[in-house]
């Protein structure tokens, strides 16, 4: 959930009145006001008939509700809910760091709620659950439709409850059942290590209220150990507080630079937020990792460094969740959470993409993979359009930047399967697994059986073919060798993060981890050659005065690699 900062936007309480009594519209004059009584007159009159006469009894105030939730859905945008008083917790938990769940971000594309996300150390991870995945099930109803409120209200509950969903996955006929017990979440937002001697590397993973504190106290200690290069890795990130976005974001930046701007047909909900500070890494250069999964808050940062060209922004284009939500309060303790604005970059670019519904869960799921679209053009669920039809926007070198929703990368880096790994993800897939799940109990029982580990580990011949005997002998997977040595780097990518975070931690498997990450050597590769802001740049763009007449043509799409 994005909240609007209260110095910024007022504090508002808006009146939930009863449908039929006409109330405010008493003060509209014009032809039209008759033409809304008469309308709220027939929707009261439904009502009636309804509660008085339909063959199942329903609560009169149930049914208002259900007017209510029909009125916002019928708006298209998922990010606009009404939060009944009960999940009033959920007003605060980008603002919170600890609650009882299964340990998920999620975020609903078209008609089905997505897993944005897995938090390292939780349930959801223990389970094997995946980024990607779509939540089709809880307890056995389908929940096809259901708003983020509707899923949270769900997955949420008490510490030690257990909760059963099902799980639909690229690759898998079926969906997958999962029954997990909920536990207290932790949620730690900054990763930080070196990668080498000096490129420091930090994964910020939301924009709570601490994030650009602490993201701030991870860079002096990265700098400290020499890092002279940064890589920001903003992957998988679903945002958070407005606020946080721009304050993580001056940062980088200089004194009044832009960071976004704020769109409404409300005069009040118009603004252009600058950056209040100077640049605290003036002479660091920085790469931005992005994914689909890249969303909100993540979009501004990105989109702010890519526009003033302090950062390159490496990777594919984000999810495109460019709007702001602003929470209303209503009588008997309920919220509504109202999308009223649009966030839009420092040149103009809109960050928000529209979205089809009723997309089936194939089609959602191939639009995960990037199955057969155009990177230039999709972020994640839709493509956008052709990218020679993208509307074409400058950065202050006068690089092109491309409109329509997300942000495009600056060097494009596709992480995705091979047909071979895809083939083997499958065929783990029809066993009624996922290669997390059976990958972190390997890690478990191997770092178990040899607790001599070194941080320096390295994958045998013999650790390879013990995953393969637990896969088909213990497993019972119908697994052909071919297939298998056909994923040979994704399944080494697997256990070596795995195995390291078993025996290590998560920050010690995410160093081993980046050794086989294509999207992080290609940061890393940048930032060894430059050893500015201004050389970083120059790598993948010529100098500003040479690159308008280089261009050729406004709309022509330039290959940065």
Same mark, same amino acid.
């Given at each position: 959930?994005?909240?609007?900062?209260?110095?910024?936007?007022?504090?508002?309480?808006?009146?939930?009145?009863?449908?039929?009594?006409?109330?405010?519209?008493?003060?509209?004059?014009?032809?039209?006001?008759?033409?809304?009584?008469?309308?709220?007159?027939?929707?009261?009159?439904?009502?009636?008939?309804?509660?008085?006469?339909?063959?199942?009894?329903?609560?009169?105030?149930?049914?208002?509700?259900?007017?209510?939730?029909?009125?916002?859905?019928?708006?298209?945008?998922?990010?606009?809910v009404f939060i009944d008083a009960k999940n009033t917790d959920e007003i605060e938990i980008t603002t919170n760091s600890t609650y009882g769940g299964l340990g998920i971000r999620i975020q609903r594309v078209g008609d089905w709620i997505t897993v944005m996300g897995v938090l390292p150390n939780t349930p959801a991870e223990r389970q094997g659950l995946m980024t990607g995945d779509l939540?089709?099930?809880?307890?056995?109803?389908?929940?096809?439709?259901?708003?983020?409120?509707? @899923? /949270? %209200?769900? &997955? +949420?509950?008490?510490? =030690?409850?257990?909760?059963? #969903?099902?799980?639909?996955?690229?690759?898998?006929?079926?969906?997958?059942?999962?029954?997990?017990?909920?536990?207290?979440?932790?949620?730690?937002?900054?990763?930080?290590?070196?990668?080498?001697?000096?490129?420091?590397?930090?994964?910020?993973?939301?924009?709570?209220?601490?994030?650009?504190?602490?993201?701030?106290? @991870? /860079? %002096?200690? &990265? +700098?400290?150990?020499? =890092?002279?290069?940064?890589? #920001?890795?903003?992957?998988?990130?679903?945002?958070?507080?407005?606020?946080?976005?721009?304050?993580?974001?001056?940062?980088?930046?200089?004194?009044?630079?832009?960071?976004?701007?704020?769109r409404s047909r409300l005069p009040d909900q118009n603004f252009v937020f600058k950056a209040p500070t100077a640049d605290a890494f003036v002479d660091m250069p920085v790469v931005v990792l992005v994914n689909q999964y890249s969303a909100s808050a993540s979009e501004i940062v990105a989109g702010a460094l890519q526009d003033h060209d302090r950062g390159l922004i490496v990777g594919t284009?984000?999810?495109?969740?460019?709007?702001?939500?602003?929470?209303?309060?209503?009588?008997?303790?309920?919220?509504?959470?109202?999308?009223?604005?649009?966030?839009?970059?420092?040149?103009?670019?809109?960050?928000?993409?529209?979205?089809?519904?009723?997309?089936?869960?194939?089609?959602?799921?191939?639009?995960?993979?990037?199955?057969?679209?155009?990177?230039?053009?999709?972020?994640?669920?839709?493509?956008?359009?052709?990218?020679?039809?993208?509307?074409?926007?400058?950065?202050?070198?006068?690089?092109?930047?491309?409109?329509?929703?997300?942000?495009?990368?600056?060097?494009?880096?596709?992480?995705?399967?091979?047909?071979?790994?895809?083939?083997?993800?499958?065929?783990?897939?029809?066993?009624?697994?996922?290669?997390?799940?059976?990958?972190?109990?390997?890690?478990?029982?191997?770092?178990?059986?040899?607790?001599?580990?070194?941080?320096?580990?390295?994958?045998?011949?013999?650790?390879?073919?013990?995953?393969?005997?637990?896969?088909?002998?213990?497993?019972?997977?119908?697994?052909?060798?071919?297939?298998?040595?056909e994923a040979q780097t994704l399944v080494n990518r697997r256990l070596v993060y795995q195995i390291a975070n078993a025996a290590f931690g998560e920050v010690e498997a995410l160093r081993r981890g980046q050794q086989l990450d294509p999207q992080l050597a290609e940061a890393v590769r940048l930032l060894s050659q430059a050893d500015s802001p201004e050389d970083l740049l120059g790598l993948?763009?010529?100098?500003?005065?040479?690159?308008?007449?280089?261009?050729?043509?406004?709309?022509?799409?330039?290959?940065?690699?």
């Amino acid at each position: 959930m994005n909240s609007v900062n209260q110095s910024w936007v007022p504090a508002m309480a808006v009146a939930l009145v009863a449908l039929g009594s006409g109330g405010w519209l008493l003060q509209r004059g014009g032809a039209s006001q008759e033409g809304v009584v008469a309308s709220l007159r027939t929707v009261e009159e439904v009502h009636r008939l309804v509660s008085d006469r339909y063959v199942e009894e329903i609560d009169p105030a149930e049914l208002y509700r259900m007017a209510i939730d029909g009125m916002l859905r019928e708006l298209g945008d998922p990010n606009t809910v009404f939060i009944d008083a009960k999940n009033t917790d959920e007003i605060e938990i980008t603002t919170n760091s600890t609650y009882g769940g299964l340990g998920i971000r999620i975020q609903r594309v078209g008609d089905w709620i997505t897993v944005m996300g897995v938090l390292p150390n939780t349930p959801a991870e223990r389970q094997g659950l995946m980024t990607g995945d779509l939540i089709v099930s809880v307890e056995g109803e389908s929940i096809r439709g259901w708003t983020d409120t509707q @899923a /949270v %209200e769900r &997955l +949420r509950g008490p510490k =030690g409850e257990p909760v059963t #969903i099902g799980i639909g996955r690229l690759g898998v006929r079926e969906p997958l059942e999962f029954t997990i017990v909920r536990d207290e979440i932790q949620v730690e937002i900054i990763k930080a290590f070196m990668v080498n001697e000096e490129v420091g590397y930090v994964r910020l993973e939301g924009f709570s209220r601490a994030a650009r504190q602490d993201l701030a106290r @991870a /860079v %002096e200690g &990265l +700098r400290e150990h020499g =890092g002279s290069g940064l890589v #920001i890795d903003l992957r998988n990130n679903p945002g958070g507080l407005l606020d946080q976005g721009v304050a993580v974001t001056d940062l980088f930046l200089d004194t009044g630079e832009e960071v976004v701007s704020t769109r409404s047909r409300l005069p009040d909900q118009n603004f252009v937020f600058k950056a209040p500070t100077a640049d605290a890494f003036v002479d660091m250069p920085v790469v931005v990792l992005v994914n689909q999964y890249s969303a909100s808050a993540s979009e501004i940062v990105a989109g702010a460094l890519q526009d003033h060209d302090r950062g390159l922004i490496v990777g594919t284009p984000t999810f495109g969740k460019g709007s702001v939500q602003t929470v209303y309060s209503l009588p008997g303790g309920h919220h509504l959470k109202l999308t009223t604005a649009g966030w839009f970059t420092p040149s103009g670019r809109s960050i928000n993409r529209k979205w089809e519904h009723g997309a089936t869960l194939e089609q959602l799921a191939a639009a995960t993979a990037g199955v057969g679209t155009d990177p230039a053009a999709v972020a994640f669920g839709e493509v956008a359009s052709d990218s020679a039809e993208l509307e074409v926007f400058r950065t202050d070198a006068g690089r092109p930047v491309y409109g329509g929703g997300g942000i495009t990368p600056d060097v494009l880096v596709p992480d995705t399967l091979t047909l071979g790994e895809r083939k083997f993800v499958a065929a783990v897939g029809e066993g009624g697994f996922s290669l997390a799940q059976l990958a972190f109990r390997f890690a478990i029982q191997w770092t178990a059986d040899h607790p001599e580990v070194q941080r320096d580990f390295q994958l045998t011949p013999e650790m390879r073919q013990a995953f393969y005997e637990m896969l088909t002998a213990e497993e019972g997977l119908e697994l052909q060798n071919e297939v298998y040595d056909e994923a040979q780097t994704l399944v080494n990518r697997r256990l070596v993060y795995q195995i390291a975070n078993a025996a290590f931690g998560e920050v010690e498997a995410l160093r081993r981890g980046q050794q086989l990450d294509p999207q992080l050597a290609e940061a890393v590769r940048l930032l060894s050659q430059a050893d500015s802001p201004e050389d970083l740049l120059g790598l993948v763009w010529p100098a500003a005065d040479e690159s308008l007449t280089e261009m050729g043509g406004a709309g022509e799409v330039q290959s940065f690699r």
